[in-house]
């Protein structure tokens, strides 16, 4: 079988199947189907089949809304992704899009929250919590968006008696510093790993893996970093105490 007969025996989706593969209304898939984010289907008489471009395509675009993208700017991402790039080139977008932390935000009630938690929260824990970026409101009252892989810091600054004043702090400061570390390695990603990346000849999957492995991996180099960065400090101003010198 040709990779074209292949191609084609794989796009059997109709719109109604495709729109319950990636969560969406077959309005939805029809409206951004007119608007050329996916290529069009492949016609059989009056009926149209879909594939897995228009999966990858789909997905891709759903991960552009979650990052809070206009139409108009997840058009312009689109354009900038070649016509005939395969499902797996395009999902590698996506993989580059997609959250840095592997546990995304979970909504619970506040009964929940004392149950994953382990201990009682009273409004003040709470205000901590909510100070250090760790629990969220929601409209709804008593409601939460929690990030899991957190929690268990956040319930240890509790457990340390962390007061709100320097919880919110210790956040501004965290954020300050960490947005410039996000611009700066974002832009060192860019121009130097990406294009190593691009240029190995690797199959798309294996470029996917790559990058998912380089996550964590920067993650932990933050971290050394700053311990590093900690007894440094901490040696230097033992140094000024003491009155000596290197």
């Known amino acids: ?6 191609s ?3 796009a059997s989706l109709s719109v109604e199947q495709l729109a319950a593969r990636v969560g969406m209304t077959v ?3 029809r409206f951004y189907a007119g608007r050329g984010l996916i290529p069009p289907p492949r016609r059989e008489g009056r009926n149209g089949f879909y594939g897995p471009d228009h999966l990858a395509r789909l997905e891709l675009v759903r991960e552009l809304q979650a990052h809070g993208l206009t139409l108009s700017a997840i058009e312009g991402y689109l354009e900038r992704i070649p016509a005939d790039a395969t499902p797996e080139q395009v999902a590698l977008h996506r993989t580059l899009l997609a959250p840095w932390s592997p546990d995304l935000p979970e909504q619970m009630d506040r009964e929940a929250l004392q149950t994953r938690s382990g201990r009682p929260l009273s409004d003040d824990d709470l205000d901590v919590l909510v100070a250090i970026g760790v629990v ?3 409209p ?6 929690v990030a899991p892989a957190h929690l268990a810091v956040g319930i240890g600054f ?3 008696g962390l007061p709100v004043e320097a919880a919110r702090a210790s956040r501004r400061i965290v954020l300050e510093h960490g947005t410039q570390l996000a611009d700066q390695l974002t832009e060192l990603f ?3 790993v990406w294009p190593h990346l691009k240029a190995s000849g690797q199959p798309p999957e ?5 990058v998912e492995r380089f996550k964590p991996l920067t993650v932990q180099a933050l971290v050394s970093a700053y311990e590093d960065a900690v007894d440094e400090l901490k040696r230097r101003t033992v140094i000024r105490q003491t009155g000596q010198h290197d």
């Open 190 to 192: 860019r121009q130097e």
């Open 158 to 160: 509790l457990d340390a």
């Open 8 to 10: 084609t025996a794989s």
């Open 27 to 29: 309005r939805t898939v």
């Open 136 to 138: 969220e409101p929601t």
């Open 1 to 6: 079988m040709s990779a074209t007969e292949g």
């Open 140 to 145: 709804t009252e008593d409601v939460f968006r």
């Open 206 to 210: 294996a470029i996917t893996a790559m």
